[in-house]
């Protein structure tokens, strides 16, 4: 029961650093693997500089079903024993700790750079680089098949498509693919670093820059952090409307990936509508904010503005009248034999990969796995209001597909619910200074799946440090175990029902 | 009757310039299916004619045959048209035996474009070679079955008699093998020309392509010679689904030429509906569609050989 050394909060409350435990690395691991085998979800794994030289390892792990929180840290030097082999959905965690802090996490089976950024302490480099060379991205040993008939095939950086850039690597025999390793890195940019010290006037540009098609979902989550820390009560109307333009963001990606599964399967009839439509639920958070994808929407202590009955009305109005047509377009995917064809038993991530790998959001429900964060941890709006889970269990492409639609559905009949009863009040009140020497972590249900900000305050109520993980992050892992045994024809269409982020994943 | 010599000149001027609209005309249906205005029908001439402009990057590790695909591809086309009927009427060229030489132009032409793929050292382009090579490997022997059909049916061995003035009487007697082989060349055509079910042309997931991936590394003019060949491969080859499909034989050079014309043009409206209406398969059901087109052309020959 080492599971109970952690400190337990829940999302969105702060806890004073001071009380959260300072365990003996031996100790935080067996508690961290404890939990983890009692079906705890690892949601971070980061290391935060302290006294000279050293690293405290931060363990953030979620109990979805008591809605509750556990939190550990223990100090590292040089090494210390990886987790890895007994918790995989610590991998890229613990590889991350090893390119940014030079920490070797000892025993870790697949120790290679993720992100390619040069450490932020010296020490022995993790990878056997040499010492003064700058990592580059996509530079690395990969994992190779050899034999007669193996080919081995590079996609990327740079893509046929206007789309991020990332290194697939696939060892082949044939059309059959083998092995699928992803590369990336290219575009990170160090947001995490830049949000230390802060909260200043970029913090929430930052934000809402993670991930430019999860502005909503990522500002939402940072000012939840800056708002628990500053014990800001944000009013009623800003949480209702933050929830609506959160499921208008999930409304217009799943109808916008819904169209590129279609487009990718050349299927023209939905592919051609959905990429309207998409227009269209980008159109109705224009209609609040001025930006399709609400950018300068969401603020610390509320929204920046707010809506009037006039503009609720024609929101409704237009919300039905998509919703009318996206009907249509996407039950035509349901209802076309070939295109099933395509979907159906494609790409195949089974509950038994998905669970141990960590996987969140429509990636994990497709594959049964009941995780959302609006039901399992709510915050804000979803505290109040119900949304359903919506899971199927095949695990395939079809089954990320047909999730997406399932919560499309679903998104619009709670943003409909929501306009009709939006409480009167003001939409925003200032935000307080933060609490110093805390710690704070915000979930929010992002349209891709669970997005997790950690923010820890120094003495003077500034971040010491601030942990994103994009839902990619743990998914990224997903899409390469879908792809084992597949052909390698259909990887655009695995990659796309997967619909992953490149710069989420980079930060 | 007008002199043979203004017949072949009238034949090399249609193979020469209609093919381009052919692709305009499938892009068009799909845009108007899909909603859209879509590119005028003339868009494949600016096209090429931009492309034939451009100046172009060649690969240092490539050789001759890198360049000689696209010439090779587009010579082996016009030349399996002068030994098509067009509208019933004889083919510039035609002997005994010519049917051969028809299908294995366009073996030629694969060669060479499965070649230059290899040529440039590329995972993709490889991968694109196999592809083409294996699904050709089931294409072919449609393309022949059907052919033997009509040989068996004219008692011909030249494509000017067995798509000439014969086929409307062939109808008559045997309206069912035909039936088969229209369906089984139509199958061939959508294949060979990389349509939707079997490939996209429009594509841009190198990975998933099958004709479009082996000329990645051509530019500029090079591609649009591989352009305009890839067109001129869908008029030849249409041409025949059309000559059966179609048997209206007047004797008259402007009817039957325009009836022909026609019914090109109602082909690739019919390529463009078909592209509207269905997803593409997966890569590896390609033979089973292939093989059933054999197959079909199979039992026309068994009908026929009654």
Not at chain 1, 40 to 46: C, E, G, K, Y
Not at chain 1, 166 to 181: A, K
Not at chain 1, 229 to 257: C, I, K, Y
Not at chain 1, 364 to 371: F, H
Request: proline share 5%; glycine share 10%; net charge neutral.
């Amino acid at each position: 029961m080492s599971a109970g050394k952690l400190a337990r909060t829940r999302n969105g409350v702060p806890l004073p650093r001071a009380s959260v435990p300072r365990l003996d690395v031996g100790e935080l691991r067996r508690a961290v693997l404890d939990a983890a085998s009692r079906g705890d979800r690892l949601v971070a794994l980061f290391g935060v500089p302290c006294e000279p030289g050293r690293v405290e390892l931060h363990a953030v792990l979620a109990d979805d079903s008591e809605a509750t929180l556990r939190v550990g840290t223990a100090v590292v030097d040089e090494a210390y024993p990886a987790l890895t082999p007994e918790c995989p959905q610590a991998h890229l965690f613990e590889r991350e700790i090893a390119e940014q802090w030079s920490v070797v996490p000892e025993g870790h089976p697949w120790l290679k750079p993720v992100r390619f950024a040069r450490p932020a302490r010296s020490g022995r480099d993790p990878f056997g680089r040499k010492e003064g060379e700058a990592p580059v991205a996509g530079v690395m040993d990969y994992y190779r098949v050899e034999g007669n008939e193996v080919h081995e095939v590079a996609v990327g950086p740079v893509h046929a498509g206007v789309i991020e850039p990332g290194h697939f690597r696939f060892q082949c025999h044939g059309e059959q693919v083998f092995h699928l390793e992803i590369s990336l890195g290219y575009q990170h940019r160090g947001v995490e670093r830049a949000l230390v010290g802060g909260p200043d006037k970029r913090s929430v540009h930052y934000a809402e820059t993670l991930a430019g098609d999860t502005t909503i979902g990522h500002a939402t989550a940072y000012c939840h952090v800056v708002e628990a820390l500053g014990q800001t009560r944000v009013p009623a109307r800003a949480q209702a409307l933050r929830g609506v333009a959160l499921e208008l963001e999930r409304l217009a990606n799943h109808t916008g990936g819904l169209g590129a599964l279609a487009n990718d399967v050349a299927f023209q009839p939905t592919a051609a509508s959905c990429g309207r439509l998409r227009g269209d639920f980008l159109n109705l958070t224009a209609a609040v904010c001025g930006n399709r994808f609400g950018r300068d929407l969401v603020r610390p202590g509320g929204l920046s503005s707010d809506v009037d009955e006039a503009l609720v009305a024609r929101m409704l109005e237009r919300l039905d009248a998509a919703m009318r047509d996206v009907r249509d377009s996407v039950e035509l995917l349901w209802d076309t034999a070939s295109v099933q064809a395509r979907f159906e038993a494609t790409g195949i991530v089974s509950v038994d990969d998905a669970e141990p790998l960590g996987l969140v959001g429509v990636a994990a429900r497709a594959c049964g796995l009941e995780r959302d964060v609006r039901r399992d941890h709510p915050s804000g709006v979803f505290r109040l209001a119900y949304i359903p889970v919506s899971v199927w269990q095949t695990g395939d492409v079809f089954a990320r597909a047909y999730v997406r639609w399932l919560e499309v559905q679903r998104s619009a009949v709670f943003v409909r619910d929501l306009l009709e009863s939006l409480p009167a009040g003001p939409t925003r009140v200032p935000a307080a200074a933060l609490a110093p020497g805390s710690l704070c972590v915000a979930l929010v249900e992002g349209w891709r799946g669970e997005l997790a900000h950690v923010g820890l305050t120094d003495e003077a109520g500034r971040f010491a440090a601030y942990k994103v993980v994009d839902p990619s992050f743990h998914n990224w892992s997903g899409l390469a175990m879908a792809l084992r045994g597949q052909d390698i024809s259909d990887f655009p269409l695995c990659n796309k029902s997967f619909d992953l982020s490149y710069c989420g994943f980079d930060l | 009757m007008l002199p043979s010599l203004v017949v072949a000149a009238i034949h090399l001027a249609l193979t020469l310039v209609l093919p381009p609209l052919l692709v305009g005309i499938i892009a068009r249906t799909k845009a108007a299916l899909a909603g859209r205005q879509g590119a005028p029908v003339w868009q494949p001439y600016r096209d090429i004619a931009k492309l034939l402009r451009k100046g172009s990057v060649i690969s240092t590790t490539t050789s001759w045959i890198f360049l000689a695909s696209p010439v090779v591809g587009i010579a082996a086309a016009i030349v399996a048209s002068l030994l098509l009927p067009m509208g019933g009427h004889r083919a510039p060229v035609s002997f005994a035996g010519d049917l051969v030489l028809f299908a294995y132009l366009f073996g030629l032409a694969r060669f060479f474009t499965v070649s230059a793929a290899l040529d440039t050292g590329s995972a993709f382009e490889g991968m694109g070679g196999a592809r083409e090579v294996t699904f050709s490997c089931l294409a072919e022997p449609a393309l022949l079955l059907g052919l033997v059909v009509l040989v068996r049916a004219t008692s011909s061995l030249s494509l000017s008699t067995m798509l000439g003035p014969q086929v409307l009487a062939q109808w008559h007697v045997a309206a069912a093998a035909l039936v088969l082989v229209v369906i089984s060349l139509f199958v061939v055509v959508l294949a060979e020309n990389c349509r939707i079910p079997f490939d996209d042309p429009n594509t841009h997931l190198e990975l998933t392509m099958i004709h479009e991936v082996m000329v990645l590394d051509h530019g500029g003019p090079a591609l649009g010679m591989i352009l305009y060949g890839a067109a001129l491969k869908l008029f030849v080859l249409g041409a025949i689904v059309v000559a059966i499909a179609v048997p209206v034989r007047t004797g008259s050079l402007v009817v039957d030429l325009g009836v022909f014309v026609g019914a090109m043009l109602g082909l690739s409206v019919l390529v463009g509906v078909i592209e509207s209406a269905t997803a593409r398969l997966k890569l590896r059901q390609v033979p089973s569609l292939l093989v059933g087109a054999c197959l079909l052309a199979g039992f026309a020959v068994a009908l026929s050989a009654r």
